[in-house]
């Protein structure tokens, strides 16, 4: 088992920034790649971002792409999410998500965090 925990989430004005990190605890992280999602109400789960297990290659969505940067430090067992130029289309909960396939499916990952809301007002 994998615990993974949210934070950093909150209020912030169009074109702000915010930084999310995701603490994991049980089984060796570095041994996961991650995965930061989100869910805006009466949306489906979508992609964000990917990481993998060495933090050699991460994966953007289209839509974060130059604006947002994952970013993982396996001594600390966290896995980041720099948020800038936010846009009120970002505002969601966001998760992030462990698992042992190089995947952007929300159903090839193992682990979830409860998640943390971020709401960008215009």
């Known amino acids: 088992q994998v615990q993974l925990v949210e934070s950093g989430g909150g209020l912030v004005q169009a074109g702000g920034s915010l930084r999310l990190s995701c603490a994991a605890s049980?089984?060796?992280?570095?041994?996961?790649?991650m995965g930061w999602f989100r869910q805006a109400p009466g949306k489906e789960r979508e992609f964000v971002a990917g990481i993998t297990w060495s933090g050699s290659s991460t994966y953007y969505a289209d839509s974060v792409k130059g604006r947002f940067t994952i970013s993982r430090d396996n001594a600390k067992n966290t896995v980041y999410l720099q948020m800038n130029s936010l846009k009120p289309e970002d505002t969601a909960v966001y998760l992030c998500a462990a698992s042992d396939r190089w995947s952007t499916y929300v159903h090839h990952y193992n682990y979830w965090g409860q998640g943390t809301q971020v709401t960008v007002s215009s």
């Open positions: 049980g089984r060796t992280f570095s041994n996961y790649n």
